[in-house]
C-alpha cells in the first residue's frame, strides 16, 4: 500500500532582490522545489538528505498541510493533502527543529492539549504523557517547567513525544535531532526504531545528518536546491556513484561536497529551509 505519493509538487516564494526598481525592491518567484516526484511504501522510512535551503523543511510543511503548493499533487494514504487537510491532519505527526509550543505552559500541559486534537480523554493522557516523556529521555522532574525555561534539546524531545503520543500513521521527521547532545540523540534514534517497529508507522526523515539516515532509512534521496535528484538504498545509491561513502555519493550527485555551500548560487536561487 501507499503511504505517501508525491507527483511534480512545485512550490514558490516571493523573494525581494537586493537591487532597487525606482522607490521599491523588485519581487520575483524563486523555486523551494521544483518537480518532485516520489513514492513511500507503508511502513517504510526514507530519509531525505540535503544542505541548509535544498527544500526540506518546505517538503515537511506541504505534507504536513502548513503551505499550500503552487503545482503538482500530494497524496497520504490516498488522501489529497491539499483538498482533505482535515483527514492528512489526524493521520501526521510532525517533529520540526523549529518546534512551537505554547511558551507559558509546562510540557505535560502541551501534550495534553494535543493529545485532545486527537480525541484523546485525560485518563489516557494522564498515564502516557509521563511515559512517552521519560523514554525520550526528557526528565520528569522537569515535567512541570514552563517551555520558555528548557533548553532547544528539552523542547526537542518535548516535540518527539507529542508527534509519538498518538501513534501516528505517518511520520515527518524534519531534522528530530538538531539540538540534542549525543547521548540524548543515540536515545532518540533508539526511540524513532522503536516506534516504527511496533506501530507500523510510516517514516519520512529529512536531514543533513549522513550518518542518521544510513543508519536509520530503508532508502536515501538527496535532495539539492528544490530538486530530487535520487532516492534508493543506500547500498544501489553508492553503487551508481561509486561511492565508498554516502558522502562521496552526495558530492558526486550534487558537484559539491556536504558541507560546502555556493553562496553565489544560493542567493540567487533564494535559500529555503
Not at 505519493?5 to 523588485?26: I, P, T
Not at 561536497?257 to 529555503?272: I, K, L, S, T
Amino acid at each position: 500500500m501507499i503511504a505517501v505519493e508525491v507527483h511534480n509538487l512545485r512550490k514558490e516564494f516571493l523573494r525581494r532582490d537586493a537591487e532597487r526598481s525606482g522607490l521599491r525592491r523588485r519581487r520575483r518567484r524563486v523555486p523551494a522545489l521544483e518537480d518532485v516526484t516520489f513514492s513511500i511504501e507503508r511502513g517504510e522510512c526514507v530519509a531525505i538528505l540535503g544542505q541548509n535551503g535544498s527544500g526540506k523543511s518546505t517538503l515537511v510543511r506541504l505534507l504536513s498541510t502548513l503551505l499550500l503548493h503552487d503545482g503538482g499533487s500530494a497524496h497520504v494514504f490516498g488522501h489529497d493533502v491539499f483538498r482533505q487537510p482535515r483527514e492528512v491532519q489526524r493521520l501526521v505527526n510532525r517533529v520540526s527543529v523549529e518546534a512551537s509550543f505554547f511558551k507559558k505552559m509546562s510540557s505535560t500541559e502541551n501534550l495534553s492539549y494535543a493529545a485532545r486534537f486527537y480525541g484523546m480523554t485525560a485518563a489516557e493522557t494522564k498515564q502516557r504523557i509521563p511515559e512517552i516523556l521519560g523514554r525520550v529521555g526528557f526528565p520528569l522532574k522537569r515535567r512541570h517547567e514552563s517551555m520558555e525555561h528548557l533548553s532547544r534539546g528539552m523542547q526537542q524531545k518535548v516535540s518527539l513525544a507529542r508527534a509519538l503520543l498518538t501513534s501516528p500513521v505517518l511520520l515527518l521527521l524534519d531534522e528530530p535531532t538538531t539540538g540534542l547532545d549525543p547521548r540524548s540523540k543515540l536515545e532518540v534514534q533508539n526511540f524513532i526504531r522503536e516506534v516504527w517497529a511496533s506501530h507500523d508507522a510510516t517514516i519520512l526523515l529529512c536531514t543533513h545528518d549522513l550518518a542518521e539516515a544510513e543508519a536509520l532509512a530503508d532508502r536515501v534521496g538527496i535532495l539539492d536546491r528544490g530538486r530530487l535528484l535520487c532516492l534508493e538504498p543506500v547500498d544501489e545509491l553508492k553503487a551508481r556513484f561509486r561511492a565508498e561513502t554516502l558522502e562521496e555519493a552526495f558530492f558526486a550527485a550534487t558537484g559539491r561536497e556536504f558541507e560546502h555551500e555556493n553562496e553565489d548560487e544560493d542567493a540567487e536561487r533564494g535559500v529555503f529551509a
